[in-house]
Nanobody, 124 residues
């Protein structure tokens, strides 16, 4: 089992920045692909970003490319999502996910473990 706990959400103005953290415990964190997804009110959960266990490969949704950066610190069992130039449409609950074998990084079913989510609200 892998337990994931997100933190760092909050209220920020348009154009502001936030850094989300996801702390993992349980099984070896190092070999998991880590992803961030988000779900806005009335919408389906969608892919935001992902990073392979080596940290050498990162992936982003087109809507956040150039504004968000995903990174990980395997020594700390933590993955981060640095968000900049935030827009009101980024408002959502952000979820961290871990998958041992993830081929299609944007597919939720390929992730084995999920956190409870952290709310990000961007005011206009």
């Amino acid at each position: 089992q892998v337990q994931l706990v997100e933190s760092g959400g909050g209220l920020v103005q348009t154009g502001g920045s936030l850094r989300l953290s996801c702390a993992a415990s349980g099984r070896t964190f190092n070999y998991y692909t880590m992803g961030w997804f988000r779900q806005a009110p009335g919408k389906e959960r969608e892919f935001v970003a992902a990073i392979r266990w080596t940290g050498g490969s990162t992936y982003y949704a087109d809507s956040v490319k150039g504004r968000f950066t995903i990174s990980r610190d395997n020594a700390k069992n933590t993955v981060y999502l640095q968000m900049a130039s935030l827009k009101p449409e980024d408002t959502a609950v952000y979820y961290c996910a871990a998958g041992r074998v993830v081929i299609n990084i944007a597919t939720m079913l390929e992730y084995d473990y999920w956190g409870q989510g952290t709310q990000v609200t961007v005011s206009s």
